[in-house]
């Protein structure tokens, strides 16, 4: 039965909260009605700050990053170790590694995995542009620090095939994280460890 809503107004709201992930619509009018019992400055500056997220964020020119410049602070850090590449999904997972304070290296930001199933292939993804980053020769090793799904792991073959002819490095984080885990849920001292105790990709997989 379809939810009967006293105001337009308050169904095009809800609808258009329902659309963000996880937000169904019970969710999404109890947030509203939440809202409407807040001050309007309140409100208005949660607007402008979704406004503004969307009109001015940019994205780092190097490991794409969210950031506010051309450059991230971690990729302008000059204490950050620059031969050492993490490759991740999403800015999530930066986060989430950040949080471990384990790991000094860099990032390189792919925007997600190779899922066929979901019209993402390879050239939705910025896999191009970490060739490129390796091609200079800075980069000494590669850890690939994607989800354990089967998505994940077939992200991890392809890049893994994509440098096979530099002379780098290429490791996978240690399989503390359980098969089908998501990096961003796993609790900050498994994934700590699972990036400090990363393996050769080639000892990983049976290519």
Same mark, same amino acid.
């Given at each position: 039965?379809?939810?009967?809503?006293?105001?337009?107004?308050?169904?095009?709201?809800?609808?258009?909260?329902?659309? *963000?992930?996880?937000?169904?619509?019970?969710?999404?009018?109890?947030?509203?009605?939440?809202?409407?019992?807040?001050?309007?400055?309140? !409100?208005?500056?949660?607007?402008?700050?979704?406004?503004? *997220?969307?009109?001015?964020?940019k994205y780092c020119r190097m490991c794409h990053n969210i950031c506010d410049d051309d450059t991230c602070?971690?990729?302008?850090?000059?204490?950050?170790?620059?031969?050492?590449?993490? /490759?991740?999904?999403?800015?999530?997972? /930066?986060?989430?590694?950040?949080?471990?304070?384990?790991?000094?290296? /860099?990032?390189?930001?792919?925007?997600?995995?190779?899922?066929?199933?979901?019209?993402?292939?390879?050239?939705?993804?910025? !896999?191009?542009?970490? /060739?490129?980053?390796?091609?200079?020769?800075?980069?000494?090793?590669?850890?690939?620090?994607?989800?354990?799904?089967?998505?994940?792991?077939?992200?991890?073959?392809? !890049?893994?095939?994509?440098?096979?002819?530099?002379?780098?490095?290429?490791?996978?984080?240690?399989?503390? @994280?359980?098969?089908?885990?998501? @990096?961003?849920?796993?609790?900050?001292v498994t994934l700590g460890r699972s990036i400090l105790n990363r393996t050769p990709f080639n000892e990983?997989?049976?290519?």
């Amino acid at each position: 039965m379809n939810q009967r809503y006293p105001s337009a107004l308050l169904e095009n709201a809800v609808e258009e909260f329902s659309k *963000l992930p996880g937000i169904g619509r019970k969710t999404a009018l109890r947030l509203i009605l939440h809202m409407l019992r807040q001050d309007s400055s309140a !409100i208005h500056n949660f607007a402008n700050a979704i406004t503004t *997220l969307k009109d001015e964020v940019k994205y780092c020119r190097m490991c794409h990053n969210i950031c506010d410049d051309d450059t991230c602070s971690i990729c302008n850090d000059l204490s950050r170790d620059k031969t050492t590449l993490c /490759v991740v999904e999403n800015i999530k997972e /930066v986060m989430a590694i950040e949080n471990t304070m384990q790991y000094r290296g /860099v990032y390189h930001v792919l925007g997600g995995i190779i899922s066929p199933i979901d019209g993402i292939g390879p050239s939705d993804l910025e !896999i191009e542009s970490l /060739v490129e980053r390796v091609s200079q020769g800075e980069v000494k090793e590669v850890i690939l620090a994607l989800s354990t799904t089967m998505e994940g792991d077939t992200t991890n073959l392809y !890049i893994y095939k994509k440098l096979s002819g530099f002379d780098v490095n290429v490791s996978i984080i240690a399989r503390g @994280i359980s098969i089908g885990d998501e @990096i961003e849920y796993a609790d900050e001292v498994t994934l700590g460890r699972s990036i400090l105790n990363r393996t050769p990709f080639n000892e990983s997989f049976r290519l």
